[in-house]
């Protein structure tokens, strides 16, 4: 796992952020995300967070099934606040 340094905006992921993310790796953790598809539009979905990493300047969560997620797009976590979702 790499350390995430920014939420792919080049704005700095609070500490508070990476804790929680973590916590949820840590403890595969079933977790309810909301986020925005690259369409824009607003998706939810169930899964478990397997890996925290940055690629290319952009930070990103890969679930379970093999879905991945840039973190800017990413809204909440089990109802708590993460990011705008550009």
Known sequence: ????????????????IQTLLRQYLTSS????????????QIQTTHDVVRDLFSRAGQDFIYLSRG??????????LDGRLIGGGY
């Open 1 to 16: 796992m790499s350390s995430l340094s920014s939420d792919g905006a080049g704005q700095p992921v609070s500490c508070e």
């Open 67 to 76: 879905q991945m997620l840039r973190l800017d797009h990413v809204l909440t």
């Open 29 to 40: 953790q079933l977790a309810e995300i909301v986020y925005r598809d690259d369409a824009g």
